[in-house]
């Protein structure tokens, strides 16, 4: 209005005043002005409604905001016709599949002692609920499990993802896919991301490196076949989480805390050059070799094309000539840190050899004999996959065909390497055993492409057998470097190489213990002597967040002193494995983690860049100090802990759970008889809620459960999130979803025990916040949508 009418009021000052020359001159310099303003405001305006417009894109659902690109390219289709890695007569159908959404699929978490009652709940409730269902004339089939996935632990439906999401007939179905991934009961994950870690072969003592693992599908895999054994709360193995993109590592930390396991770090390196670490091994310092890799590298996704729509349009032959070079310093890094019998499988969503069997058997040539190919066939009984190729060509953007390196021309052999091509010699290429790879096609069993092949090392890289010459003063602090030690990759007789050359993966050099004194010593005797020392240590170099401190506490820490009389400790209780993420201040929350991942963590800080480790099992709550401890009881780490508790514990029914999880704050009274004795015993403060499984009942779970809660002076509570007491009452036969407006509903066996609420009031200001899910330094997170697939 203000605009308007100063416009209306320039118009007549230019009519009265058009004589005068400098009045002109003002006026002309005003209309500009708002002229320019009222474009600005056009603008804004037209900027406004195309955010609109993407935001209706980008809310409705999977599949949206893709309507205009159109399923063809023939340059892929050409391609692969031309290399013939589809069956003959097949093509067709492998197009057509390629081209259709793909299936949803979950993954119940095998390691939680609770996968067997989700999978009952699923069986006999919601797939039963939905096989008849028809949704715009299609008919819903029941969902199938994955044959080739053990103990019936992964599902397929032909409904895809949009489906789940917008049918207010599945509303109750998604509603629990949601809440139980949030738990870490559930995984929606990909078939054929499924299979990587399966080949693994993994044991509870295995020490595992996953090189590239964001988003964290596959990781959470991992950990769970660590924990396969729930008996054992602290398996001698771990798991090292690793991604270049600093961003990206949040996203995987989120997918692991769900799992809350002492036994997950996640770090932030660049994975051709990941640090090596070391650990103490009898008192001294030895290097850390893994006993299993997960190399699942970059790749160009055409094998992701039914759920990446834009790959159609985006996929071009030069995507994986550009990238066959890192994916193989993956690999090659990946190996020189695998111990030597250990196991790395390296994968794809690619269906392209250049990214596959080019990159395997350049790694089988290099290894000189030190690795070999093992033979998955028996491993996965169900799945269909074609083998291995063991002959390819390579085919740049503009439709030239090479089948050797030697017709390469000059000015293409910066971007077309020798290690694209299939080896040359007969007989080296047939002891490869490249048949061996697995390449999964799309329209065999309705899923993604993928490839895999599992390496096997035999012995020592070679380039690691190859000792530089060394000084006599320095060659017990250095002879000792073995595989994996940079150092030690450099062939006798080159000429010294620059820091950079020699450095770590971090830029750290494994040397890094070495006298600060001497390396201006050793620099001038070596220009002498031509002779190699160990180089001057350099310190790494932090991109991203800078995160807390990791600080251990020692076994005399004050901490302990209320911790250790208010839960009575069992004397076994490993102090030394609880840290805290600050040196200064009140400590808010303990976290836990195993004594190999401590042992990690304490000799590496300065080598590497640790993103998030431990489960919290503890938080500070200032009002209990009062009645005791100033700690309380984390439901993240409840499980881990529990073990070790040996007073604080109160031994509850099915009866008394429904309760604790549908009322806000019950009274004491209203428990059972025993649990209400037990009760009354306990002074204020934090309690443990144990349920002890009943084998002769078998209409009550089968599963232990453990809830963390407060004794109140006349009340008891339990401190569980939201989607975790979702879980615990739908294992007891209590259906529990929210309406449209979001506000959560009880049904199944209709008892009126009161309304189950999305939020946990505060309880005479004892704990501010039930649903205490994140660690204190994880608000960089950001906030994750629980909707959201988090797929590899």
């Known amino acids: 209005m203000f605009k308007l009418s100063v416009y209306s009021h320039f118009i007549r000052v230019t009519v009265k005043t058009s004589l005068y020359p400098a009045t002109t001159s003002f006026c002309r310099l005003f209309s500009r002005v708002v002229c320019c303003s009222n474009m600005g405001k056009r603008s804004r305006q037209r900027q406004k409604t195309q955010n609109t417009g993407r935001d209706n894109r980008d809310n409705a659902g999977w599949g949206a905001g893709y309507d205009d690109i159109v399923k063809e390219n023939k340059l892929f289709e050409h391609y692969y016709q031309e290399l013939g890695l589809v069956p003959e007569g097949e093509f067709k159908e492998f197009m057509d599949a390629m081209r259709e959404p793909l299936p949803a699929t979950i993954r119940i978490t095998g390691y939680k002692s609770h996968a067997k009652e989700i999978l009952h709940c699923l069986k006999e409730k919601y797939f039963k609920d939905i096989q008849e269902v028809e949704i715009d004339g299609q008919k819903i089939e029941a969902p199938q499990p994955l044959k080739w996935y053990p103990d019936e632990q992964a599902w397929h439906t032909n409904m895809s993802r949009k489906i789940i999401r917008k049918s207010p007939l599945l509303?109750?179905?998604?509603?629990f896919l949601v809440s139980e991934t949030e738990s870490g009961n559930i995984s929606r994950q990909e078939a054929v991301s499924?299979?990587?870690?399966?080949?693994?072969k993994i044991e509870s003592h295995h020490k595992i490196l996953d090189m590239c693992a964001a988003p964290g599908s596959k990781t959470a895999q991992l950990i769970e076949m660590l924990h396969s054994d729930i008996d054992v709360s602290f398996p001698e193995g771990f798991v090292i989480a690793n991604d270049v993109d600093n961003k990206r590592c949040y996203l995987l930390v989120h997918q692991a805390k769900r799992l809350n396991s002492p036994c997950i770090m996640v770090v932030n390196h660049d994975a051709s050059c990941i640090p090596t670490l070391k650990i103490d091994v009898d008192g001294k310092k030895d290097i850390l070799f893994y006993d299993r890799i997960l190399c699942d590298v970059p790749c160009s996704g055409d094998g992701t094309m039914r759920k990446n729509i834009d790959v159609w349009k985006k996929w071009t032959t030069s995507n994986s000539l550009h990238l066959h070079g890192l994916q193989l310093r993956i690999a090659v890094r990946g190996l020189e840190q695998l111990a030597v019998g250990g196991r790395m499988v390296y994968s794809t969503c690619s269906l392209n050899p250049i990214e596959d069997e080019a990159v395997i058997a350049a790694l089988l040539e290099k290894s000189e004999g030190a690795l070999e190919l093992a033979d998955c066939s028996g491993d996965l009984p169900g799945l269909k996959w074609m083998p291995g190729v063991s002959s390819w060509?390579?085919?740049?953007?503009?439709?030239?065909?090479?089948?050797?390196?030697?017709?390469?021309?000059?000015?293409?052999?910066?971007?077309?390497?020798?290690?694209?091509?299939?080896?040359?010699?007969?007989?080296?290429?047939?002891?490869?055993h490249l048949e061996r790879c697995m390449r999964i096609?799309?329209?065999?069993?309705?899923?993604?492409?993928?490839?895999?092949?599992?390496?096997?090392?035999?012995?020592?890289?070679?380039?690691?057998?190859?000792?530089?010459?060394?000084?006599?003063?320095?060659?017990?602090?250095?002879?000792?470097?073995?595989?994996?030690?940079?150092?030690?990759?450099?062939p006798a007789g080159s000429p010294c190489p620059p820091d950079s050359a020699v450095e770590d993966g971090a830029g750290v050099k494994v040397d890094e213990e070495a006298p600060k004194d001497l390396s201006l010593a050793q620099e001038t005797t070596d220009k002498q002597d031509r002779v190699y020392g160990p180089p001057a240590s350099k310190k790494m170099k932090l991109f991203g967040y800078k995160e807390d401190p990791f600080v251990f506490l020692t076994e005399d820490d004050p901490v302990f002193i209320t911790i250790q009389s208010f839960y009575n400790l069992s004397p076994t209780f490993p102090k030394v494995n609880v840290l805290t993420r600050t040196h200064d201040g009140k400590k808010r929350h303990l976290y836990m983690v195993s004594k190999e991942l401590r042992n990690v963590l304490l000799n590496n800080s300065e080598r590497m860049k640790v993103i998030n480790t431990g489960v919290k099992v503890w938080s500070r709550n200032s009002d209990g100090e009062e009645f005791g401890c100033a700690f309380r009881l984390a439901q993240e780490g409840i499980y881990s802990l529990q073990p070790y508790i040996r007073s604080r514990i109160i031994t509850v029914s099915v009866a008394d759970i429904k309760v604790l999880l549908t009322q806000e704050n019950p009274y004491l009274s209203k428990l059972e008889e025993d649990a209400h004795a037990q009760a009354k015993k306990l002074v204020m403060g934090s309690i443990v809620l144990k349920y002890i499984p009943n084998p002769n009942n078998t209409e009550e779970p089968q599963c232990p459960i453990q809830l963390c809660g407060w004794r109140g002076k006349t009340s008891i509570r339990a401190f569980v999130p939201r989607n975790e007491r979702f879980h615990y009452l739908r294992m007891l036969g209590?259906?529990?979803?929210?309406?449209?407006?979001?506000?959560?509903?009880?049904?199944?066996?209709?008892?009126?025990?009161?309304?189950?609420k999305e939020g946990v009031e505060n309880d005479a200001g004892v704990v501010k916040d039930a649903v205490d899910l994140d660690l204190e330094n994880d608000d960089k997170i950001g906030s994750i949508e629980p909707e959201k697939e988090l797929m590899d």
């Open 734 to 756: 209590v259906e529990v979803f929210r309406d449209k407006q979001g506000q959560a509903q009880k049904g199944g066996d209709g008892e009126k025990e009161g309304e189950v």
């Open 194 to 200: 499924m299979i990587p870690p399966l080949l693994l």
């Open 171 to 175: 509303e109750k179905f998604h509603q």
């Open 393 to 432: 060509k390579l085919m740049t953007k503009e439709g030239t065909w090479f089948s050797d390196w030697s017709k390469v021309p000059l000015n293409r052999q910066t971007q077309i390497r020798p290690t694209m091509f299939p080896p040359t010699d007969p007989e080296k290429l047939a002891n490869m």
């Open 441 to 490: 096609l799309p329209h065999h069993q309705n899923t993604g492409g993928f490839f895999v092949a599992v390496l096997v090392k035999k012995a020592p890289m070679p380039w690691n057998k190859r000792y530089p010459k060394l000084r006599k003063d320095v060659s017990s602090s250095s002879a000792a470097q073995t595989e994996g030690s940079p150092a030690a990759s450099i």
